[in-house]
């Protein structure tokens, strides 16, 4: 499956925004569609992801009050709605698909291109 992330911009810190991720297919039902992000001199982390075939959700700690993910299976995608966003929320976020839920990026076997996500002060 090929995916594609799109939704970043340039918010206030407090501001919200709404990442999107296609697929270019239906995920199989077994699979879990993630959210990473990597800033600047760090290592890729997990913020968040949702098993497609029956939409449980997981969160980092640091995003968990404040992100919410969400798929539209008739559109083959999941977003990532981002409130009350801070600073160190800036990062490049991709997301990811794989097989087996997991929270290293290392497991994850479709990667989509990054979008940006800067917050401003």
């Known amino acids: 499956v090929q995916l594609q992330a799109c939704g970043g911009g340039l918010v206030q810190a407090g501001g919200s925004l709404r990442l999107a991720c296609a697929a270019s297919?239906?995920?199989?039902?077994?699979?879990?569609v993630a959210w990473f992000r990597q800033a600047p001199v760090k290592a890729r982390e997990f913020v968040s992801a949702?098993?497609?075939?029956?939409?449980?959700?997981y969160y980092e700690d640091s995003v968990r009050d404040r992100f919410t993910i969400s798929k539209d299976s008739a559109e083959n995608m999941v977003y990532l709605q981002m409130n009350s966003l801070k600073p160190d929320d800036a990062a490049v976020y991709y997301c990811?698909?794989?097989?087996?839920?997991?929270?290293?990026?290392?497991?994850?076997?479709?990667w989509g291109q990054g979008t940006l996500v800067t917050v401003s002060s």
């Open positions: 990811g698909a794989v097989a087996q839920y997991g929270t290293r990026d290392n497991v994850y076997r479709y």
């Open positions: 297919r239906r995920p199989f039902s077994s699979h879990v």
């Open positions: 949702i098993r497609w075939g029956s939409g449980l959700r």
